[in-house]
């Protein structure tokens, strides 16, 4: 019930492109739901955030679209760059686990120039 | 956002030895730290979680007389891995978050640890 299961493991886009990422979880206590760009050899970066009484943030060329009752989230990147290649990870915590995040498997991305 | 400092960025360590590993917040106090293992192309495993002044709880599976995690000030914890092996080898990642931050907790750059 721990588990956040994210697709696709890879993604390859052309530049201008638009990428999508999905999330899905089990567990309905969960309730902060951030998303990680992790470039090679460094520490993930949060990248944008949502709570579940919202069904969307935007920030910048970063969207993430919310549905509580199908417990399922994603990211989409607009106009994609060649900078935005990298791992991306969703990822989700409760305030009863002392905010742990229970990390997605991890999405590879490459933009195509 | 807030920094979070680790050190070294990469150590390598002949087998037996032992490797201290720090993580640093460098403008807020950090109430409680995350230790999380990484194999490549894999995603980051959660090993413990520490409170300031508190000892560590380890998640299943993770040795605690292995991986000995310390936190005893609000801006510093630490991982030392004891008698490494070369199955220690990994990247580990710490992230920290502060007491005001109800939910947000900020990475480190992580540890490339190579034991041969």
């Not at chain 2, 730290?33 to 000892?55: D, H, I, V």
């Amino acid at each position: 019930q721990q588990q956040v299961k994210q697709s696709p493991q890879s993604l390859i886009v052309q530049k201008g492109g638009i990428s999508i990422i999905n999330c899905a979880y089990e567990n309905t206590a969960f309730d902060y739901f951030p998303w990680y760009q992790q470039f090679p050899g460094k520490g993930p970066a949060l990248l944008i955030a949502i709570r579940p009484d919202v069904s969307e943030k935007k920030e910048g060329r970063f969207t993430i679209s919310f549905n509580k009752s199908a417990k399922q989230f994603s990211l989409h990147i607009m106009d994609s760059q060649p900078g935005d290649s990298a791992t991306y990870f969703c990822a989700a915590s409760w305030s009863g686990s002392a905010r742990q995040l229970t990390f997605g498997s991890g999405t590879q991305l490459t933009v195509l120039p | 956002g807030a920094v979070v400092s680790q050190h070294p960025s990469r150590v390598i360590c002949k087998s037996g030895t032992s490797v201290k590993i720090e993580c640093r917040s460098l403008d807020f106090q950090a109430t409680t730290m995350f230790w999380y293992r990484q194999f490549p192309k894999q995603s980051l495993m959660l090993m413990a979680t520490s409170n300031e002044g508190s000892k560590a709880t380890y998640e299943q599976g993770v040795e605690k007389d292995k991986f000995l995690i310390n936190h005893a000030s609000l801006t510093l914890s630490t991982l030392t891995v004891t008698s490494a092996h070369p199955e220690d080898s990994s990247f580990y990642i710490c992230s920290a978050r502060g007491w005001q931050m109800n939910t947000e907790a900020f990475f480190g750059q992580g540890t490339r640890l190579t034991v041969v």
